[in-house]
Every structure is written in C-alpha cells, then in structure tokens.
C-alpha cells in the first residue's frame, strides 16, 4: 500500500473526515493567502466544522498567530500536543 494513502486512511480513521473531503478542501484553499488572518480564520472554521470539532476562540488566536508568524511545528508530535491543549 502506498504511504500517502495509508497516511490518509488512518486520518480518516482517527477523525471521521473523508479524504475526498480533504482533498477538496486543499484545493479550494491551495490558492489562497495564509498569511491573511480573514482568510486563515475561515479556513479554520471549515476545517473545525468538517471535523465536528469547536475550536475555542482561544485556540483559533493560537493557531492564527502560529501561522501569521511561520511559527507551525512542522513534526506531527508537536502539531498533535498544540491541537491538543486545552
């Protein structure tokens, strides 16, 4: 099995998101700026909504000002406590 599509399966697995679902959400937002925080904030909320998950408005400044700021963890462990903190 190719590992980006076990990469997706276990995705879909862990959060009940489809993959075609993920891919249309990439390609909707591939041309988009990152940088802009409307932009981000929507994208965010679409990704939160898609999942059935709340993302506190405390947690959305976070996620915003890491991006805003290149300051993304790029390692999955990293990613994983970020989004889990509460």
Do not use: C, Y
Not at 36 to 57: C, M, Y
């Amino acid at each position: 099995m190719d590992r980006n599509h076990q990469f997706f399966d276990n995705v879909e697995k862990k959060t009940n998101v489809k993959k075609e679902d993920i891919f249309k959400l990439a390609q909707t937002v591939s041309n988009e700026n990152l940088r802009d925080e409307r932009t981000l904030r929507r994208l965010i909320s679409q990704v939160a909504s898609l999942a059935g998950v709340p993302v506190s408005k405390q947690k959305e400044d976070q996620i915003v000002s890491a991006v805003i700021n290149n300051n993304v963890p790029l390692d999955f462990s990293t990613l994983s406590k970020m989004f889990d903190n509460k």
